[in-house]
Structures are given as C-alpha cells and as structure tokens.
C-alpha cells in the first residue's frame, strides 16, 4: 500500500517562497519514482504578509494545524520591514520551541562541482554535522529591559541552560557521533569565561561520555574552534555546541562548504511527541526575492533530511544522488555559486536526474 505522508508547508517570506515551490515539484517527482508513498503538502501562508494584514505572523491556533502533521517543510522568516525579532519569535522559534525540537542538525559537506574558499581543501576533508542545542541557551528569551530610552536604562539577555536541556542534546550529539563512521565527537564551549552555565555543559558532556566508550570525543572553546575549522577540518566530524555558538560556527560552516545556499538544517523533536521541521539555513534575503535565482539545493538537501526522518533512507539517498549530479555541473550553478543558472533550471535538472535514477 501507498503511504501518504502528511506535510504542512510553510515558504513563510522572501526566497522562502521559490524554494519551497522547487522543494515540493522535487518531493514529488521523487515520490512518484519511488511509487511507495506519496505526499500530501497543505500550505500555510504564515510570514510577514500574514502579519502585515493579521498583526501576527501566524493565527492563535496555528500550531494546532500542524500539529499532527508528519513534517513539517519551512521555508524562511524575515522581512525588512518588520523587526526580525516578530519574524523569528513570531513564527520559527514560536514552532521550534513549543514542539520541543531541541536537536538542529546542520549537516556540512563540500558537494560535487562546488568550490570551498579553503585552499588546501577539495572535499573529503570537510564532512561535519553540526549538532545545535535549539531550545534553551541563549535563545531562551529569558532577559528584560526596564527604564527605556532612559540613561539608567538596563536590559539584560539571560543564557539558561538547563541539566535535562544540556544533557539531552549532548547526548543526542554522541548518539549522532555513533552513528556515524568516524566516532568523532567535539563538544564546543567557553567554560573559561562563562563560569556557571558552561561549566554545568562541560560536566555533563563529561557524564554522558562514560556512557559512549567507543566514542572518541574532545572539547573546543568556540573561538579556537573558527581557527580548528579553517586550518584543520579534517579534525572534526560532529560538533555540539550550544544554541547561539553553534549557529555562528554553522555559518561558518556553510561558507567554508562553498555557499550558504546549500547548508539545510532539521530542527528535531527526536521523542517524535511533534512534529520535526525541516529548513534551509539561509534566509528570506529579500535582494534577490522573486527573481528565480535563489539556490534551492539547501531546500533539497533538508527534504532528504525529513525523508531520513521519515525513515524513508533509500528515497533520501536517491534525492542526494540527484542534488549531487547538479551541483557536479558548474552550467547549473545559481548566482551565490558564481554561476548562471536559474532556480527553475537547477530544479528541473534534479528532477531529471530523479528520473534517471537507477540505482
Ligand atoms: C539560523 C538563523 C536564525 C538563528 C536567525 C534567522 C534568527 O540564523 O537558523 O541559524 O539565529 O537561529
Ligand atoms: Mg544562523
């Protein structure tokens, strides 16, 4: 029998808008060449437009909608006429943080055809996973400002971690780390300034490492780490590191990678009580909105993420092989790439290389 996976598609804002459209012909063609489940997308026009018209980005019961939806295909938030901190609070962090998607996983590779600024880097030396605690830390929204505009004003942004927050993500990191061929975990902080909260993550990475005896792990505080990045990223396999390092180092990441416009990301609920969100890295870069030039390969490369979180892995590895066959041609490179080629083209050729799949 066919399965039908439920997804609620939310493109949200600017480019937002083009990638998931390619997102979902994609999805689709590669259900069809699959032929054992197919997709059922229900769109969400959530984001700033929503806002412009509604006063808030999605409605009161929106995480109702989606909430037994078995994905969830998010696009990006952010406009520049509306403060960013509406967008995000308003919408992604108002998904990610009530549906407890606490591990963000930004996998990092330098795929086919694609140039990274490291010189003495050509591929294989450069394959991470960037595991970011999402729930807590510095994203907690824990802070106030009293007196504004005042000369005594005084507004304070608090990082809260919590023992239950840091060991769960720590541990999903050397699970992660396991998995993958190289047992390699790097556990990022700053325990030498931050004398409280992470001291507390340095302890319990300690704690939860007994439980992993094969795998090897180290620690990084997170300004030497840019530096182990640049000059020696064959070092590294996966890295946790809290809320706010961790997406700092996956910019980084992504542009030593060759183009943000590649670097997806899955926010995971790994109990599965909610429903997972899956995303390009990049935002809604509102320059180039509308033209048909956004690079649509971090929208692909994050649907093969829900597709392995559909536990659907070979239809993963098949979409990956296509986005792969693309980015090995410099002719389908988007502009953010160097190149020419528009999202339509760049879409249209993995579609084809989905059909002519054999494997
Ligand atoms: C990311 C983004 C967001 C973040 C922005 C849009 C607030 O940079 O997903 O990395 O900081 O979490
Ligand atoms: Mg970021």
Same mark, same amino acid.
């Given at each position: 029998m066919t399965k039908t996976y439920k997804i609620a598609a939310i493109p949200a804002d600017g480019i937002g808008i083009e990638v998931i459209a390619a997102g979902v012909e994609v999805l689709n063609a590669l259900a069809e060449k699959t032929g054992t489940f197919r997709f059922q997308f229900d769109h969400f026009d959530w984001g700033s437009d929503y806002y412009k018209t509604h006063g808030v980005m999605m409605p009161a019961d929106g995480r109702e909608q989606i909430r037994y939806h078995d994905a969830i295909y998010f696009g990006a938030v952010g406009a520049p006429d509306v403060p960013d901190h509406i967008t995000l609070w308003g919408l992604r962090l108002a998904i990610c943080q009530p549906f407890d998607q606490y591990a963000n996983v930004r996998p990092t590779r330098i795929l086919p055809g694609i140039t990274s600024p490291l010189r003495h880097v050509s591929g294989p030396e450069l394959d991470w996973v960037i595991v970011r605690e999402n729930s807590e830390g510095e994203y907690a929204g824990v802070g106030g400002r009293v007196h504004q505009g005042h000369p005594n004003e005084v507004a304070t942004d608090?990082?809260?971690?919590?023992?239950?927050?840091?060991?769960?993500?720590?541990?999903?990191?050397?699970?992660?780390?396991?998995?993958?061929?190289?047992?390699?975990?790097?556990?990022?902080?700053?325990?030498? =300034? !931050?004398?409280?909260?992470? /001291?507390? &993550? $340095?302890?319990?990475?300690?704690?939860? =490492? !007994?439980?992993?005896?094969? /795998?090897? &792990? $180290?620690?990084?505080?997170v300004d030497a780490m840019t530096m182990r990045m640049v000059i020696k990223p064959e070092t590294l396999d996966t890295i946790v590191a809290t809320n706010l390092h961790a997406d700092i180092l996956s910019d980084l990441a992504a542009a030593l990678a060759g183009s943000l416009g590649i670097a997806p990301t899955a926010n995971i609920n790994p109990e599965r009580a909610f429903p997972s969100m899956f995303e390009p890295i990049h935002g809604s870069a509102f320059d180039i909105a509308g033209k048909g030039i956004a690079n649509p390969v971090a929208t692909f490369w994050t649907a093969c993420q829900m597709l392995e979180h559909l536990g659907e892995k070979p239809a993963a590895d098949r979409l990956m092989r296509a986005v792969e066959r693309v980015t090995a041609d410099p002719n389908l490179h988007t502009p953010d790439l160097g190149g020419k080629a528009t999202t339509r083209q760049v879409t249209d050729a993995v579609i084809a290389a989905i059909r002519g799949d054999n494997e």
């Open positions: 608090v990082s809260m971690m919590t023992r239950s927050g840091v060991e769960r993500i720590i541990r999903y990191a050397f699970r992660l780390a396991q998995s993958r061929p190289r047992k390699l975990l790097t556990v990022v902080t700053k325990s030498n =300034a !931050q004398r409280h909260a992470m /001291v507390m &993550w $340095d302890e319990i990475a300690a704690e939860v =490492a !007994q439980d992993f005896p094969d /795998v090897t &792990w $180290d620690k990084m505080l």
